[in-house]
């Protein structure tokens, strides 16, 4: 469940419903470069690892964030990905395999989001 409370079943069983809502919110952050702030929260938990329980060390932070702000995510990704592969923007010899190489590490982190957000 993302930072929202929204549950992704709960999307899925609406999208006839929702579909047109959210594709203008959407289209309007693309436009706008703003996203709802909503969308740019998130909670974080600590996840055990494995070791001692009592180590602080032994968890990892996980960030549940808003389903349609993933959503958004991975439209910007999508749009990111075609322009690098259209213009061969990484890498010189093989610029598929390096962008998707870089890509992978920051999949999970798309450490400039925040600043496009913020």
């Known amino acids: 469940m993302g930072s929202d409370g929204m549950h992704p079943q709960m999307l899925r ?3 006839d419903v929702i579909a047109r809502p959210l594709s203008i919110i959407f289209e309007r952050s ?9 969308w740019r929260k998130a909670n974080v938990t600590p996840v ?3 070791g ?6 032994n968890y990892r932070l996980v ?3 808003s389903i349609p702000g993933k959503m958004m995510e991975q439209l910007i ?6 322009h690098v592969e259209e213009k061969k ?3 010189s010899d093989s610029p598929r ?8 590490h920051q999949k999970a982190v798309l450490p400039f989001s925040k600043t496009w957000t913020d």
């Open 77 to 82: 990704l999508g749009v990111i990905n075609k």
């Open 97 to 104: 395999g390096s962008w998707e190489e870089w890509l992978s």
């Open 63 to 65: 960030s549940l964030t």
């Open 52 to 57: 001692k329980k009592e180590d602080p060390g």
């Open 89 to 91: 923007v990484i890498g």
């Open 13 to 15: 069983e609406l999208a």
């Open 30 to 38: 693309w436009r706008t470069g703003e996203m709802p702030e909503d």
């Open 48 to 50: 055990f690892k494995k």
